[in-house]
C-alpha cells in the first residue's frame, strides 16, 4: 500500500522534482558503492582491515556504518512482523513467544557479542562478511525486541469492532494485515523503530571493534574509527568522529525518521480531525509530480499483486474449522514446560560443572555492584534532570525546540565520548568504580529526561492555575503537583534508562585510552573479561546473571510501579 | 416457520463465559429466534441482556456453547456469508477514503475493480454521500461516518442487514435524522437487504422500526416475551396506537425485574442471595426522586426520558435503584413516588441520610452484611478484595467491580461506612450517636 497521494497535479517538472529525483539518485550511488564495498572485498580471516585515522576517509566509514544500521533495522522489521504476528495469532506460540521476548529484552545484547562473532566468522569462513553479519547482528538484537513487542501490542488492542469488521465482511488474510493490522501498528512501530534505532547506534560502535577470543576484530566503520582512535591517543580524530556522528543522526531524522513519523500520523486510529503534522520533506515528496508519475505507472502492477495476494489468502467462508482441544493445549503446555526446566538443568550444570558455586555468588556479589551502580545513576539523573525536565516542560516553546534536541542527545553513541571520560578519570585519579557511573549515566540519563520533558507538557494549564491561584508553592507544589502528575512519564524513562545502563555496563566498566586500561569491580566488566579471552563458561554465567537481575527487577520494581502510575496517577 | 424459509435460525442457543473467579457466567439462556425474509426483528433489552451477543452469534462472529444456529437450514460454521453489519462505533478504517471503506467487503470478495466501484457508488448515493467519496471518515461528522457503514452494508447485498445499536453514539438530533432516513427506505421498498436484525435499548426506535420486538431478560440473558408492532407504516411516533406501545413495553421493560429485586433476601433462591445493584449513584437517586416529586409525583416514563433528553438506558438505573429502595414503583410505564420517597426528596440533608440509611439496610442485604462484618472485625475494617471475592461469586470480574463501586456510594451515603481508596479498606463510619450502642469493637 503506497502512499495515499493528494489530488494529482498537472504541473510540469519542478524545482521539488529536481530535488527529489537528485536526492534519490544520489542515495542509491553511495548505498550501491558502499554495499559492494563492504561484501565484495573478501579479506583472508588473518588480513584484518586497518583503519586510517585521516578524517577524509570518515563519509566512507560513515555510509558503511549506516548501510549496517539499515540493514539491522530492515531485518528487525521482518522479524518484527513473522514473531509478532505468530505471538498475537496463535494462542499456543504466544505461550512461549510473549515470555521469551520477555527475557530476550532484559538480555545484556553486549554480552551475546563474543557467541554471535564466533558464530559468524565460522559461519562465513574467509571473509569479512561473518564480522559484518556478526555486527549487523549486534544491532538487530539492540532494536529487534522493542520492535516486536509494540507491533504484538498494537495487534492485540485493534478495535474489537474493527476485527468484527474484517471477519464479517470475509477480508482475506493479506487484506487484514494491510488495511486493518499494519496500518494499526504503524505509529507504534514507527516510534518505536526510531528509538530503537537511535539505540542502535551505540550497539554499531561497540560491535564494530571487539576483541573476542583473544583476537582484536576490526571492521571499517565509524566505530571502529573512534576505537583506533582511542587506541593511538588521537584525540582530534576523536572529535572528526563525532562530528560526523552528529551530522549523521541529523541527516537521518531529517531524511527518514521525521518523514516517516509524518506519513504514519495519518494512520491514527481515532477519528478526531486534529491538525496533520507537516513537515518539509514530506512536502517536497508532495509537491514533486515525480513520485505521483511512478505511482502511476505502477499502479495497476500493485494493485494486480494485492489482488493475487489476497486471492491467494482467502478465507473460504463455511468452511470446516479445526476444533481447538484442550487436552492437546494442555500437552503442548507440558511439552514446554519440560523443554524450559531441561534447558535451564544443562546451563546450570554447565556452568556449576566447569567453575564451580563459589564463582558464581562472586559474579551475584559483582551483580550487585553494578546494580548500585544503576541505582546511583538513576537517583542522580532523576535529581538532575527533573527540575530541568519539569522546567522545560512547562514552557512550550523551550519543550518544542529542545525535545528534538534531547532525543539526538539519546541517539549520539554515549561510548563515543567515553576517551574524553577516561582522560578526565586518568588526569584526577579517580576511579572507574565511581567514574563508570558517569559513563553509563552518559547515554542512559536522556531517556529520563526526554520523558520528563514529555510528562511536564502533558500536565493540563488548568491544573497549574489552580496550583498558583490557591498558592501552592515549592515542596508542596511537587508533592501534590508536579510529582504525581509526571510520575508516569518518569517510571517509562527510568525503565530505558535502567535497561540502557545495564547495557551500557559491559563497556563503561572496562574502558582504556592507549595502553591505559581502567576497570571497575562489576558485572559488566567480568563479561567483558570472559568475552576477550573466550571463557565459555564464564560468559555464561556472567551474562544468565545480569538477565535474571534485570528480569528480577522488571517484576518486582519496575512492573508494579508501572502499574501503580496507570491506576493511581493517570491524567486523564 | 419451517427452517427452510427462516434466513437465520437459532434454537436453544446458550452462551457460557468462564469467571476469573472460578465457575462461569451464562450471557444467553437457551434462546431460540428465526428471522424470516421481508421482516425487521429489533432485540430489545438492557446492558447485560446477552443482545449483541446474540446477534453476534447469528453473525457466526461467537460460536454458542450450546444450541445451533442455522442459515437457510444449513449449520452455521465461522462468519455468516448472508449478513452484513452496521457497528455501532461503526468500525471504519480511518486511512481509507469513504470510497474505499465501502467497497471494502466487495473487493474481498474478489469482483472486479470497476463493479465494485460502481456499487459503492450507488450505495453511497443512497445514503446521501454523494461528492464524498474521496473523503477520509475523520472528515466526516458523526452521522455521516454511520452513513458509511451503512452503505457498505448494503453494497454487499446481505440477507440481513445486522444493526448493532447504530444510532446510539450519534447525538440525538442525528439519530433521529438517520434513523428517519433507514426507515424511509425500507418502507420505500428498495432496501438492499431482505431482512433487518436490529439490537437496541431504545424502545421508541424498535417500535419505530420493527415488525416484531423480542424482548430479553438479563442475568442470565433469555428471551421474555416478543411484542409484535402492527401500525402501519410510515409511522408516526405522536400516534395514539405508537404511545400504547410505547407504555406497554417501558411497562414490560421495567416491572418483572423491579419485582424480582424487592424479593426479600430471606425468600429468595440462593443465587439471588445478593440481587444485582443497579449502578445509581445515590446523587442521581435523589436527583430523579426530586425531579419526579416536582412533576406532582407521577410521571409517564417515556415523557419524562425524553424531556430529559436521556436514553432509557441512562434512566433506568435510577428508577431501579429508586423501586429497590422502596422510594418509587413502576407501574404501567410511569414512575409514582412513594410516600418515604417523598420525605427523602424534599427532607434536609441530615435526615434524607437517615432515611437513605433505613431503607438501604432493610432492602440491601448486602450492606446489612457489610456492617456486620465490620462491627465483628477486631479493628474494624475489611479490606475490598474480601468483598469482591464475595461478589465474585455472583457476578464476572466487571460487574463485580462496578456492585462494589455502588455499594461504596450508597454507604457512603448512609453514613453506614467509610472507605479509603489508597488502603482498599471499609471501615465503620457511624454517626457519634448510635456508636455507642452498635459498635462494641474500639475504633481504630
Keep these: 500500500m503506497g502512499l495515499r497521494g493528494e489530488p494529482e497535479s498537472r504541473r510540469a517538472f519542478s524545482a521539488a522534482d529536481l530535488a527529489v529525483g537528485l536526492g534519490t539518485l544520489l542515495l542509491l550511488y553511495v548505498a550501491a558503492r558502499v554495499g559492494s564495498e563492504s561484501f565484495v572485498r573478501f579479506s583472508p580471516p588473518d588480513v584484518i582491515p586497518t583503519i586510517s585515522l585521516d578524517p577524509r576517509n570518515l563519509p566512507n566509514y560513515a555510509a558503511r556504518s549506516t548501510l549496517r544500521m539499515f540493514i539491522a533495522l530492515a531485518l528487525s522489521t521482518i522479524f518484527t512482523f513473522v514473531y509478532g504476528y505468530a505471538a498475537a495469532r496463535s494462542r499456543r506460540a504466544e505461550k512461549v513467544l510473549v515470555p521469551l521476548l520477555d527475557i530476550l529484552q532484559s538480555v545484556p545484547v553486549l554480552g551475546f557479542l563474543s557467541v554471535t562473532v564466533t558464530l559468524f566468522i565460522a559461519m562465513f569462513r574467509g571473509s569479512l562478511l561473518g564480522l559484518e553479519a556478526a555486527s549487523i547482528f549486534a544491532i538487530f538484537t539492540g532494536q529487534a525486541w522493542n520492535m516486536t513487542f509494540s507491533f504484538y501490542q498494537s495487534l492485540r488492542t485493534v478495535p474489537h469492532e474493527l476485527n468484527e469488521m474484517a471477519t464479517l465482511y470475509g477480508l482475506s488474510k493479506w487484506e487484514r494485515f494491510t488495511r486493518l493490522e499494519l496500518p494499526s501498528s504503524l505509529i507504534g512501530l514507527v516510534w518505536n523503530g526510531m528509538m530503537s534505532f537511535g539505540g542502535g547506534w551505540f550497539f554499531l560502535a561497540a560491535s564494530e571493534s571487539i576483541s573476542v577470543l583473544n583476537r582484536q576484530y576490526t571492521l571499517p566503520g565509524l566505530g571502529s574509527y573512534v576505537a583506533s582512535a582511542i587506541a593511538a591517543r588521537d584525540l582530534h580524530a576523536v572529535g572528526w568522529a563525532i562530528v560526523t556522528m552528529v551530522v549523521l543522526v541529523l541527516l537521518i531524522d531529517q531524511l527518514f525518521w521525521k518523514p516517516l513519523v509524518t506519513i504514519a500520523d495519518r494512520y491514527k486510529l481515532e477519528l478526531s480531525a486534529g491538525e496533520e503534522r507537516r513537515f518539509w520533506v514530506v512536502d517536497l515528496w508532495r509537491a514533486a509530480s515525480l513520485p505521483a508519475l511512478f505511482e502511476r505507472m505502477l499502479g495497476p502492477s500493485l494493485h494486480a499483486v494485492d489482488r493475487l495476494l489476497s486471492h491467494a489468502t482467502r478465507i473460504e467462508p463455511q468452511a470446516e474449522r479445526r476444533v481447538r482441544s484442550k487436552a492437546a493445549d494442555r500437552a503442548f503446555d507440558v511439552v514446554v514446560a519440560i523443554s524450559v526446566l531441561m534447558m535451564l538443568a544443562a546451563a546450570v550444570r554447565f556452568v556449576l560443572a566447569s567453575v564451580g558455586l563459589a564463582e558464581v555468588g562472586h559474579a551475584a556479589l559483582l551483580g550487585l555492584a553494578t546494580g548500585a551502580r544503576v541505582v546511583a545513576l538513576l537517583v542522580f539523573s532523576t535529581i538532575v534532570w527533573t527540575p530541568i525536565g519539569v522546567a522545560i516542560g512547562f514552557h512550550p516553546k523551550l519543550a518544542r525546540l529542545s525535545q528534538p534536541l534531547v532525543q539526538i542527545f539519546a541517539s549520539f553513541p554515549a561510548n563515543f565520548l567515553f576517551p574524553f571520560a577516561t582522560l578526565v578519570f586518568i588526569r584526577f585519579g579517580i576511579h572507574l568504580n565511581w567514574g563508570s557511573i558517569l559513563l553509563m549515566a552518559l547515554g542512559a540519563q536522556w531517556y529520563l529526561l526526554f520523558n520528563v520533558i514529555g ?103 519496575w512492573k508494579p510501579l508501572y502499574r501503580l502510575a496507570q491506576t493511581r496517577f493517570q491524567l486523564s | 416457520m419451517t427452517p427452510a424459509t427462516s434466513l437465520i435460525t437459532a434454537e436453544q442457543v446458550s452462551k457460557t463465559f ?201 442475568n442470565p440473558g433469555r428471551i421474555r416475551g416478543e411484542v409484535r408492532v402492527d401500525i402501519a407504516r410510515p409511522r408516526d411516533k405522536n400516534g395514539v396506537r405508537f404511545r400504547a406501545l410505547v407504555d406497554h413495553v417501558y411497562t414490560v421493560m421495567t416491572n418483572p425485574e423491579a419485582v424480582v429485586e424487592e424479593v426479600p433476601a430471606a425468600t429468595a433462591k440462593p443465587r439471588k442471595r445478593f440481587p444485582m445493584l443497579p449502578h445509581a449513584r445515590s446523587g442521581g437517586i435523589s436527583g430523579l426522586l426530586e425531579i419526579i416529586h416536582d412533576r406532582g409525583g407521577r410521571e409517564d416514563l417515556p415523557r419524562l426520558a425524553n424531556d430529559l433528553q436521556l436514553e432509557i438506558d441512562d434512566l433506568l438505573p435510577a428508577i431501579d435503584a429508586s423501586a429497590l429502595l422502596g422510594f418509587a414503583s413502576v407501574a404501567e410505564g410511569d414512575v409514582i413516588i412513594t410516600d418515604i420517597g417523598k420525605e427523602f426528596a424534599t427532607t434536609g440533608v441530615h435526615r434524607s441520610h437517615e432515611i437513605f440509611k433505613e431503607q438501604v439496610l432493610s432492602r440491601v442485604p448486602l450492606t446489612a452484611i457489610v456492617v456486620r462484618m465490620i462491627e465483628q472485625k477486631r479493628d474494624g475494617r475489611i479490606g475490598k478484595e474480601f468483598l469482591l471475592d464475595i461478589l465474585d461469586e455472583h457476578f464476572s470480574n466487571e460487574e463485580a467491580e462496578k456492585q462494589f463501586q455502588t455499594l461504596i456510594d450508597w454507604g457512603r451515603y448512609a453514613q453506614l461506612f467509610e472507605y479509603d481508596a489508597d488502603e482498599e479498606r471499609l471501615y465503620s463510619a457511624e454517626p457519634e450517636e448510635d456508636a455507642s450502642e452498635r459498635d462494641p469493637a474500639p475504633k481504630a
Design chain 1, 455 to 557: 510528562g511536564a507538557q502533558a500536565v493540563p494549564n488548568e491544573l497549574r492555575e489552580m496550583a498558583t491561584s490557591i498558592g501552592l508553592r515549592g515542596v508542596r507544589k511537587w508533592k501534590f503537583l508536579i510529582g504525581p502528575s509526571i510520575f508516569g512519564s518518569w517510571v517509562t524513562g527510568a525503565i530505558t534508562a535502567s535497561g540502557g545502563a545495564w547495557n551500557a555496563s559491559i563497556v563503561a566498566e572496562i574502558v582504556s585510552w592507549g595502553n591505559t586500561t581502567l576497570k571497575a569491580a562489576g558485572l559488566g566488566a567480568y563479561i567483558a573479561d570472559a568475552t576477550a579471552i573466550g571463557d565459555w563458561p564464564r560468559i555464561v554465567l556472567g551474562v544468565g546473571i545480569m538477565s535474571i537481575f534485570v528480569v528480577t527487577l522488571n517484576h518486582i520494581v
Design chain 2, 18 to 218: 468462564p469467571l476469573s473467579a472460578g465457575g462461569e457466567q451464562t450471557v444467553l439462556e437457551t434462546v431460540s429466534l428465526t428471522v424470516a425474509p421481508g421482516e425487521v426483528v429489533a432485540l430489545l433489552g438492557r446492558s447485560g441482556s446477552g443482545k449483541s451477543t446474540l446477534l453476534r452469534i447469528l453473525a457466526g462472529l461467537i460460536t454458542p456453547s450450546t444450541g445451533s444456529v442455522t442459515r437457510h437450514g444449513v449449520a452455521l460454521r465461522g462468519p455468516n456469508p448472508d449478513v452484513a453489519m452496521v457497528f455501532q462505533s461503526f468500525a471504519l478504517l480511518p486511512w481509507l477514503t469513504v470510497q474505499e471503506n465501502a467497497e471494502l467487503g466487495l473487493t474481498a470478495r474478489g469482483v472486479p475493480k470497476e463493479f465494485a466501484e460502481k456499487e459503492a457508488m450507488h450505495a453511497l448515493q443512497m445514503v446521501g454521500l454523494e461528492g464524498f467519496e474521496g473523503a477520509y471518515p475523520k472528515e466526516l461528522s458523526g452521522g455521516m461516518r454511520q452513513r458509511v457503514g451503512f452503505a457498505r452494508a448494503f453494497v454487499m447485498k446481505p440477507d440481513v442487514l445486522m444493526m448493532d445499536e447504530p444510532f446510539s453514539a450519534l447525538d440525538v438530533l442525528t439519530a433521529e435524522n438517520l434513523r428517519g432516513e433507514i426507515s424511509d427506505l425500507w418502507e420505500k421498498g428498495s432496501f438492499p437487504s431482505r431482512s433487518i436484525l436490529l439490537v437496541t435499548h431504545n424502545i421508541e426506535e424498535a417500535i419505530l422500526l420493527a415488525d416484531r420486538i423480542v424482548i430479553l431478560g438479563t
